[in-house]
């Protein structure tokens, strides 16, 4: 307890550095250089997601340049980046918003390319987002079945599966041990169980990486744990999670890895063992070049 | 001071639970349906016309008219949209069906069978409202038109385009269907009930259905309550959105049909205004107009409750003039009903 307030305390007080850092950087017109001196290792096997050299651009904004990276199965990587670093262009890649300008994406070894969010989807990507996409006025099991909902019977009676659908979501629940009940609206649900309901609909498929943006950016401090916990619980099944996020402690607690973006670019990607918060302000601000 | 508990230990002592009597007491329609018991009995205490056998056969005539367009009017609030051209509607379609009558009069099947005269006759009707819920709903899915200004010139184009074909004048019915079609939209049935609250109850029933326990009902409150979310997990929000414009359309065409069977000419100005009667009975039945809530139920109930207040100024010898003053009283009533329900809700 006393360690995680030492860690928040101390990512406050690099955040109010950031700005005088920040400013710092933007008077000096330092030309970043793409060199990613990352302490990548090499593994054995094959990587789950390989991402080669993406680049997307926007008319004349170079949004991502030269990102290559991987992520293998069971791992978390935590994706860091100020605004406007590329963090969500590079997330919307890889989820199928829209296709990279160049570059090559491969999944398990095999070339993949993604037009819509449901190639993505039938892929094994799945996305938790910012927001979570839920609709208030429906219930939990309705939510994590959106979309992809169950039926019953023969056309042109094939109706809904209430009880299946019931049952297979209040499993998912179990397992991802929220008390989060499928019958409850959205509406009524705390920040905690509306990111169970997000994360359960990942689980319907055989999902083998899961990205997530800001997970943690609007709940409590209790609730916060409850999401990390969940992370561990996904981990542990082998599937591999991207979490994109601001909050440094989060990062520290529950990834093995951090890769920092700035200005469209990977800076670093370093394990987080050999690492520390505040090599990654550094990072993140630009007042260190690279690691 | 927060603790890191076990995961086995979670509790979530700050979400309510909503359990049946709690779901029931905070509907809109309990209160609804309360209003409408209450007036009914002070109705009948009041005037012994009302629970007269021709009185209550009037007024379930009058009623379901605007709710069988209500009902479909909701599945649009349900959306998040809304359908101001459904008066409109209703006079082109009845429209369209007297010109069907018309134009296949001399025709040597229908005259031998006057059934299929009716049925091509009906569908005409029901088909050219379904066209003009197409060009909505393209319109505002597809190109992102608000919903309020593009039904509101459907609203006047459907209106002009009644007045350009019958050039002002009534459009009767015509040919071999001509008695069928006025036996099937007035003779009670069932013994004494207008054929008109049945057409509605088995077209409530099919709406329930389909918003309940189908795929496209599910997806139709998922759009109105998260159309992004609804999106992103890949509901195809654009049919959707289409297909329940062309829905409310074509329900509206319907109505226009029985309108014209009642009436047994529809005038050019048919159903003029009709369009507000529609809404607030949907309003008041508790869609909510920013989306994701509403049912077959609520538009039936607050088409009843609108119809019986205007029954009961009649009876009660006011000025017509008072009618919709009271409609509108209650509709202001039914979303300040609303308004407290979800402030209490939280």
């Known amino acids: ?291 | 001071m927060a603790q890191v508990t076990s995961p086995a230990a979670m509790n979530f002592d700050n979400v309510r639970r909503q359990g049946p009597l709690h779901r029931v007491l905070s509907s809109q329609i309990t209160y609804v349906l309360a209003a409408l018991a209450i007036l009914m009995v002070i109705m009948a205490l009041a005037s012994d016309k009302f629970l007269t056998e021709r009185n209550l056969q009037n007024v379930a005539q009058n009623f379901s008219y605007i709710a069988i367009a209500a009902l479909g009017q909701t599945l649009v609030i349900i959306l998040a949209g809304i359908d101001l051209s459904v008066g409109s509607v209703m006079a082109l379609g009845a429209v369209a069906t007297s010109l069907a009558m018309e134009w296949s009069q001399d025709w040597g099947l229908f005259v031998d069978w006057p059934g299929l005269a009716l049925i091509f006759a009906v569908l005409a009707g029901v088909a050219v409202g379904g066209l003009v819920g197409l060009v909505n709903g393209v319109l505002i899915a597809r190109l992102g038109l608000s919903p309020f200004v593009t039904t509101l010139g459907m609203l006047s184009v459907c209106r002009s385009l009644v007045y350009v074909i019958t050039q002002g004048r009534g459009s009767p019915t015509f040919g071999p269907a001509k008695d069928l079609f006025r036996a099937l939209g007035n003779d009670p049935i069932l013994g004494g009930l207008p054929p008109s609250l049945i057409y509605m109850a088995a077209l409530a029933v099919m709406i329930w259905f389909l918003l309940r326990h189908m795929q496209w009902g599910r997806h139709v409150f998922a759009i109105g309550g998260n159309e992004k979310a609804a999106a992103l997990t890949g509901v195809p929000v654009e049919r959707v959105k289409i297909s329940v414009y062309v829905f409310c359309s074509a329900l509206a065409g319907f109505t226009g049909v029985l309108l014209l069977a009642w009436l047994g000419s529809a005038p050019a100005n048919t159903a003029v205004g009709y369009e507000l009667r529609v809404i607030a009975a949907s309003v008041i039945g508790g869609a909510n107009l920013t989306g994701g809530l509403g049912g077959p139920l609520g538009a039936v109930t607050g088409s009843a409750l609108i119809e019986v207040i205007r029954n009961g100024l009649i009876l009660g010898g006011v000025q017509p003039y008072w009618q919709d003053f009271f409609v509108g009283v209650f509709i202001i009533l039914a979303v300040l009903l609303d308004r407290i329900r979800s402030r209490r809700a939280g």
């Not at chain 1, 199965?73 to 605004?83: A, I």
Request: positive net charge.
């Open chain 1, 1 to 291: 307890m006393v360690a995680r307030f030492h860690q928040f305390a101390v990512s406050l007080i690099i955040r109010q550095k950031q700005f005088a850092l920040r400013r710092a950087f933007f008077h000096s017109f330092a030309r970043n250089e793409a060199g990613t001196t990352g302490a990548r290792e090499e593994r054995s096997g094959m990587a789950l997601l390989e991402l080669r050299d993406i680049a997307k651009h926007f008319g004349a904004i170079h949004a991502l340049t030269g990102v290559s990276w991987s992520i293998e199965p069971g791992e978390v990587v935590g994706l860091m980046g100020d605004n406007g670093a590329g963090k969500s262009t590079l997330v919307k890649v890889m989820a199928g918003n829209f296709p990279p300008t160049s570059g090559e994406m491969l999944l398990e070894g095999k070339p993949v390319h993604f037009h819509k969010p449901v190639d993505a989807r039938e892929a094994g990507i799945e996305v938790v987002y910012q927001d979570l996409a839920l609709a208030d006025n429906l219930t939990a099991a309705a939510n994590v079945f959106l979309g992809r909902e169950l039926k019953t019977g023969v056309w042109p009676l094939r109706r809904l599966d209430h009880g299946a659908m019931n049952r297979k979501a209040q499993e998912l629940f179990a397992e991802l041990k929220s008390e989060t009940r499928a019958g409850d609206l959205v509406r009524l649900m705390s920040g905690g169980q509306r990111q169970a309901v997000a994360i359960a609909r990942t689980r319907l498929s055989n999902a083998k990486l899961i990205l997530m943006d800001e997970p943690t950016a609007a709940i409590s401090v209790r609730q916060v744990h409850e999401v990390l916990e969940l992370i561990r619980r996904l981990r542990d099944g082998g599937i591999a999670v991207i979490l994109i996020s601001h909050r440094m402690p989060d990062v520290f607690e529950v990834c093995d890895r951090v890769i920092v973006m700035r200005r469209g670019r990977k800076v670093a990607d370093k394990r987080i063992a050999d690492s520390s918060p505040e090599e990654v302000t550094g990072l993140i601000t630009g007042a260190l070049e690279a690691a």
